[in-house]
């Protein structure tokens, strides 16, 4: 399998645009779901527990997102389901895989004791359900859009009318 590497690089844009969009967006789910949870948070401050734990926790989530979008770029058009399907389906598949760590998270994380927990939370799963459907919706379309396969050259026209109106003598049939 050959890689594609501005396609690749175009799929990280694409992942990193999409995480960012998550990340901004967080501050807003919250109170719908009514679970202080916090990506960048649970990410910045299994690193650092300082004041710089909110930049380091968005440059790592920038980082996944990208690293998850350059190699959706590999395989998104192999998927046999609709583009505009693609991004989520990979999105929730992420969520659903990467879910049962959180087990691992409320016991081992170092910041554990400032974060909520979220192993059987319910309204955690669905807030992280919707992150990961945001993320796959902007990342797939982005990507979609980033890596369109380039328009068709135009097909040299070839006049098979003369100028005189009666047609090239090298397109007449012979009747027989």
């Given at each position: 399998?050959?890689?594609?590497?501005?396609?690749?690089i175009r799929g990280a844009v694409a992942g990193a645009v999409a995480a960012g969009v998550w990340a901004a967006q967080q501050p807003l789910d919250k109170p719908l779901f009514g679970v202080d949870y916090d990506d960048c948070e649970l990410l910045g401050k299994l690193v650092t527990r300082g004041r710089a734990w909110p930049a380091v926790g968005l440059?790592?989530?920038l980082g996944n997102g990208a690293l998850l979008g350059a190699a959706y770029a590999g395989v998104a058009a192999r998927m046999p389901v609709p583009s505009w399907a693609r991004g989520p389906i990979v999105g929730l598949a992420e969520h659903l895989a990467t879910w049962p760590l959180t087990v691992v998270v409320d016991r081992f994380h170092p910041a554990r004791g400032d974060m909520p927990r979220l192993a059987g939370s319910g309204r955690a799963f669905a807030q992280a359900t919707w992150r990961h459907l945001l993320f796959g919706v902007v990342m797939g379309e982005l990507e979609r859009r980033l890596n369109?396969?380039?328009d068709p050259?135009?097909?040299?026209?070839?006049?098979?009318?003369s100028t005189?109106?009666?047609?090239?003598?090298?397109?007449?049939v012979a009747g027989g």
């Amino acid at each position: 399998m050959v890689i594609d590497r501005d396609k690749t690089i175009r799929g990280a844009v694409a992942g990193a645009v999409a995480a960012g969009v998550w990340a901004a967006q967080q501050p807003l789910d919250k109170p719908l779901f009514g679970v202080d949870y916090d990506d960048c948070e649970l990410l910045g401050k299994l690193v650092t527990r300082g004041r710089a734990w909110p930049a380091v926790g968005l440059a790592l989530h920038l980082g996944n997102g990208a690293l998850l979008g350059a190699a959706y770029a590999g395989v998104a058009a192999r998927m046999p389901v609709p583009s505009w399907a693609r991004g989520p389906i990979v999105g929730l598949a992420e969520h659903l895989a990467t879910w049962p760590l959180t087990v691992v998270v409320d016991r081992f994380h170092p910041a554990r004791g400032d974060m909520p927990r979220l192993a059987g939370s319910g309204r955690a799963f669905a807030q992280a359900t919707w992150r990961h459907l945001l993320f796959g919706v902007v990342m797939g379309e982005l990507e979609r859009r980033l890596n369109a396969p380039p328009d068709p050259e135009p097909v040299a026209y070839e006049h098979v009318v003369s100028t005189n109106g009666h047609g090239k003598l090298e397109h007449m049939v012979a009747g027989g």
